[in-house]
């Protein structure tokens, strides 16, 4: 319910049930996690740093949980200076486990696979997908363009390599130490439709299934 009122921006009704919640309960980090992402999808900045600071209060001895809310709040004001965490993927291709870090070229077919995402991103430009410069929390360099620095995302490698190493993939697994951000969402949504391969990638937060049409088992709420 937390997740749903959230999504839908009615915060005040959230907090209530999270305050009704508590008179019986102790908090739940969970449910503080719903109503940050949903005031980062409102781009609420006052209301996700108010959350944020009382996950901190409530929530001091869990550091590695509160690594996605971290990232959350860094989404709202890339100009804050919060650090992310560097993104990692982790994906098994044939029986081999590989593990991807963001702009990762450590691969040895490392021209291959940024040779495949530029072919993947040129798909989804045609199909309609622009890519949101509001997830990226830093400043670009010279070399560096809105398309390359979200294509170059962990989970995007792992994809494009399990692509190159299988042309057609009909099932992808991939898991992430973040959460996944939302351009890479809507477009590993696109990836599946055109390239009709299920998708699946478990981030910090949920497991997110991407189907053949289009859709998300999250229904679009990350």
Not at 84 to 106: E, Y
Not at 167 to 183: E, F, M, S, Y
């Amino acid at each position: 319910m937390i997740d749903c009122l959230s999504r839908a921006s009615i915060f005040e009704e959230a907090q209530k049930l999270i305050d009704e919640f508590e008179r019986d309960h102790s908090p739940a980090l969970p449910m503080y996690r719903a109503l940050l992402s949903g005031a980062r999808n409102n781009r609420n900045i006052h209301l996700s740093q108010t959350i944020f600071d009382r996950i901190k209060k409530l929530f001091p001895e869990l550091t590695n949980s509160l690594t996605s809310a971290t990232v959350l709040l860094a989404n709202v004001y890339a100009s804050s200076g919060a650090k992310k965490k560097a993104g990692l993927s982790w994906t098994i291709v044939n029986g081999q486990l590989f593990q991807f870090r963001a702009h990762d070229r450590s691969h040895p077919r490392s021209s291959a696979i940024y040779a495949e995402l530029e072919k993947i991103s040129k798909e989804l430009i045609e199909h309609g997908h622009e890519y949101d410069s509001s997830w990226i929390t830093r400043l670009l360099d010279q070399d560096e363009t809105i398309e390359s620095v979200l294509c170059g995302h962990s989970e995007r490698l792992a994809i494009a390599w399990n692509f190159v190493v299988n042309p057609n993939a009909t099932r992808i697994q991939v898991t992430k130490n973040l959460r996944v951000c939302g351009d890479c969402h809507q477009a590993t949504k696109l990836i599946a439709a055109i390239r009709q391969c299920e998708i699946i990638v478990r981030d910090a937060n949920r497991i997110h299934h991407f189907y053949t049409n289009g859709q998300c088992s999250c229904n679009d709420y990350f």
